[in-house]
């Protein structure tokens, strides 16, 4: 994690524009010179629904995997509820979306569960450039570390989840995200039901894995139908390899109360605590020295200790740098808590007023022992830890207007957030006078001997939108508006330690504007059961946030002071122009999707490492942009009652505009590959279902993907499937009904690279490219009961 990031490993790393995955035997070759919306305008119509409408097709109960945005100004896909049942209760939804055309999704555990592993794109931009909502709560750009929102898997428990709408490319005008330059993903939680009962469920897997989930339903306390439910979700696991594990604890509570004409209130609320051990990040030498099951030595002190000390087992001496191939342990540890409330009010048959209310705290800690910081007491490595925290809160408020053919939608979004986070390290134990132990079961702050940093940012987001949906004839429908963004950010650094951190950190505020990002999108039913859409949008991200040295994100904050106060005048938010068309055919039997987009991403910023050695100083500069072509084609085929037969296909190329100038010199980078996300990209799935018995089968092929900026080394191609079955028992003694569920993950048990630049893309093939291996098969079985 980064916790564990050293200045060596990130020695010539560059973040940019993207990231992306990867799968084994790495090839070098010779060097060669928006959208998050729903439907079209994302109003609520003035009637009796209480949740928002989601587009489907017919016959989605028997889909395989995908639902297209039927009547939708926009390409929009998503997968329901009866999609997230087919995998391993716990799964994260973003793994399941992952089977959609363009989506790129990839995680070292079958969970998707371990967040510095969790890694997702789409169109080539990655889960920091897409925005996120979880009934209208903002939950940032999901980047590891994140400073403005919380993960998924923290948000909400995936079995509470009813649905998750997709927008690729363009990111609608009124979803609340600073970040959705390449589309948005909106997650709706599960209502209470109207019926008192609950349901309980138990899953056994390889690994030890033990998951345990209860949910209470309370059913209409009264004739207005006031309900709630509140959920409970404990997963804990070991890692597949190595020592360590993976164990959560969550709460979810919901509760809605109808109110008149249809409108009503409803209130969220989430609490998540988590421990996760690191996987160990590897290289090519490594892969091939060790094998795809090096670990790290928890909870092997001595041998972490006398590694750290220069005697390395037989294994990685084998290695070109056994000195960093392994380490003691890594960990991150954190408690959240969300809560959300939202009135959904209709004033009149014509007029809707809806507010959200929301707020988030988030703690812990990230620990990696480290080889490179030595304790005073004459240990030849320390604990060095991260204490990141969230304080956010703000509000969205709307009005939609239903005039004539109009639907005229307004409204503002307000966040205030700070976020602070230290760097510290604590002594380790000599040899045999005690060993760190776990690095999950506290903050070990009476050891503490140094502190390298204390940062605390502070941002504040003023978005505002307006937005007409014409409907000029029955099938001609037309969306146009824009939004204005102001997001002003900064920093101060009351702590700092300039003889291990080499140089001043930077401090200072930057402001991200622009007051007309537009986007115009039609839909056209020219036929029956036949449509054409087309979009246009412009956006704009705002800068990222994150401490000094930590390079997660390219943020002007990890830099120097000197190298901040340089380039703050001339920096500019990144920005892009997104345009796409399309064609879709709904109809019981078939459901198609046909799209062509362009992506002119400009204001690319990437991290310049402007000096060498233990503690590189590191500068954020604009290097142009990447331009996108691409195309996606999806079908869902459901010739026989019971039997869904789904497949879709991708293909993107997506190319930088300019050569970048580093201090080494000039990099040749235009007309290559954007690094790590694959050209062409395979999804299916065969579904069926006879009585109460069903069955599915998936398979997901990736095309090579290039690992550096200059394409000098990439990795192959590789097919992975899953499997899984279930069968309904029906009411069973005191159960209203019992079901039994078995699950393989990668069925053929395919050894691959499953997440690459978790440390930055190089921009030649220097032997510092990391990715992680991974999970083998994985065989997980899950019994529940509804009541």
Do not use: C
Request: proline share 5%.
């Amino acid at each position: 994690m980064t916790s564990r990031l050293t200045s060596r490993r990130i020695l010539a790393l560059s973040t940019m524009f993207g990231s992306l995955a990867v799968a084994p035997q790495l090839h070098a070759a010779s060097a060669s010179p928006a959208a998050a919306g729903s439907t079209a305008a994302s109003p609520a119509p003035a009637a009796a629904k209480t949740t928002k409408p989601r587009p489907r097709a017919s016959g989605e109960g028997n889909e395989a995997i995908t639902v297209f945005g039927h009547g939708s100004t926009r390409q929009m896909t998503g997968i329901t509820r009866a999609m997230m049942q087919q995998s391993v209760p716990g799964t994260s939804p973003l793994r399941v979306l992952s089977q959609l055309p363009g989506v790129f999704y990839q995680s070292a555990d079958p969970f998707g569960a371990y967040e510095y592993s969790s890694q997702m794109f789409m169109r080539g931009f990655s889960q920091s450039q897409l925005g996120f909502t979880l009934d209208d709560i903002p939950l940032g750009d999901q980047q590891f570390n994140n400073y403005n929102g919380l993960a998924v898997t923290r948000a909400i428990i995936s079995d509470d989840v009813g649905g998750v709408d997709v927008s690729q490319g363009a990111g609608a005008i009124d979803v609340a995200s600073t970040s959705n330059l390449g589309g948005a993903i909106q997650i709706h939680s599960l209502d209470p039901s109207h019926v008192r009962g609950g349901t309980v469920g138990q899953t056994f897997g390889s690994n030890s894995t033990m998951r345990t989930y209860a949910r209470f339903e309370s059913g209409d306390l009264n004739a207005s139908g006031t309900r709630f439910y509140v959920a409970y979700a404990r997963l804990n696991g070991n890692l597949w390899k190595g020592g360590g594990y993976d164990h959560s604890d969550q709460v979810n509570a919901k509760f809605v109360q109808p109110l008149a004409r249809g409108s009503s209130l409803k209130l969220f609320f989430d609490w998540s605590s988590i421990q996760q051990f690191d996987y160990q990040d590897m290289t090519s030498n490594w892969l091939h020295t060790v094998g795809p099951n090096l670990a790290n030595y928890y909870p092997d002190y001595t041998a972490a200790y006398n590694a750290a000390g220069g005697t390395y087992p037989a294994a990685l001496q084998k290695t070109n740098d056994p000195f960093d191939a392994a380490y003691y342990a890594g960990t991150a540890n954190r408690v959240d808590y969300l809560g959300g409330l939202t009135l959904d009010e209709n004033l009149t048959s014509s007029l809707n007023w809806k507010t959200t209310l929301y707020a988030h705290g988030d703690n812990g800690y990230s620990t990696w022992t480290t080889p490179y910081m030595p304790s005073p007491n004459g240990a030849p490595l320390s604990q060095r830890i991260q204490t990141p925290g969230i304080a956010r809160g703000g509000f969205q408020t709307a009005l939609t207007w239903k005039v004539a053919r109009h639907a005229i939608n307004a409204g503002v979004w307000y966040e205030y957030g700070n976020f602070t986070e230290g760097r510290y390290f604590s002594e380790a134990p000599l040899l045999g006078q005690g060993t760190l132990g776990n690095p999950t079961t506290g903050f070990p702050a009476d050891k503490v001997f140094a502190t390298a940093w204390q940062e605390a940012f502070s941002s504040r987001t003023f978005v505002f939108h307006l937005q007409d949906t014409y409907k000029i004839t029955k099938n001609l429908t037309v969306n146009a508006g824009f939004k204005s963004m102001i997001v002003n950010s900064g920093n101060s650094v009351p702590t700092q330690d300039l003889a291990i951190n080499g140089t001043g950190i930077a401090q200072g505020h930057l402001e991200a504007s622009n007051a007309f990002l537009p986007q115009v999108s039609a839909n056209w039913r020219f036929l029956p059961h036949h449509e054409l859409f087309f979009d246009v949008s412009h956006n704009m991200r705002s800068f990222p946030l994150d401490g000094y040295g930590t390079n997660v994100s390219a943020t002007p904050w990890t830099a120097s002071q000197a190298n901040f106060q340089a380039t703050r005048d001339t920096l500019k938010p990144e920005t892009d122009w997104v345009y796409e068309g399309g064609y879709r055919y709904t109809s019981p039997f078939i459901s198609a999707l046909a799209s062509l987009y362009r992506i002119n991403f400009s204001n690319r910023l990437q991290l310049i490492t402007s000096s060498a050695g233990i503690n590189p100083i590191t500068a954020v500069q604009n290097v142009g942009g990447v331009t996108t072509n691409g195309a996606e084609a999806s079908v869902t085929l459901r010739p026989v009652n019971g039997l869904s037969i789904y497949n879709s296909f991708s293909y993107a190329h997506s190319t930088y505009d300019q050569n970048v100038a580093t201090a080494t010199g000039i990099q040749p980078t235009r007309g290559k590959l954007v690094p790590n996300y694959p050209q062409f990209m395979y999804k299916g799935n065969i579904t069926y279902r006879i009585g109460n018995f069903d069955t599915h089968v998936d398979g997901t092929y990736l095309s090579h993907r290039e690992l550096t900026y200059t394409n000098d080394l990439h990795v192959p191609g590789y097919f992975l499937m899953n499997f899984g079955m279930r069968y309904h028992f029906g009411q069973v003694g005191p159960f209203k009904g019992l079901t039994a569920s078995f699950n393989i993950y990668n069925l053929t048990n395919k050894t691959y690279i499953a997440t690459t630049n978790e440390l930055g893309n190089n921009f030649v093939n220097n032997d510092f490219n990391y990715f992680l291996m991974g999970a083998p098969r994985q065989f997980f079985g899950t019994v529940s009961a509804d009541f």
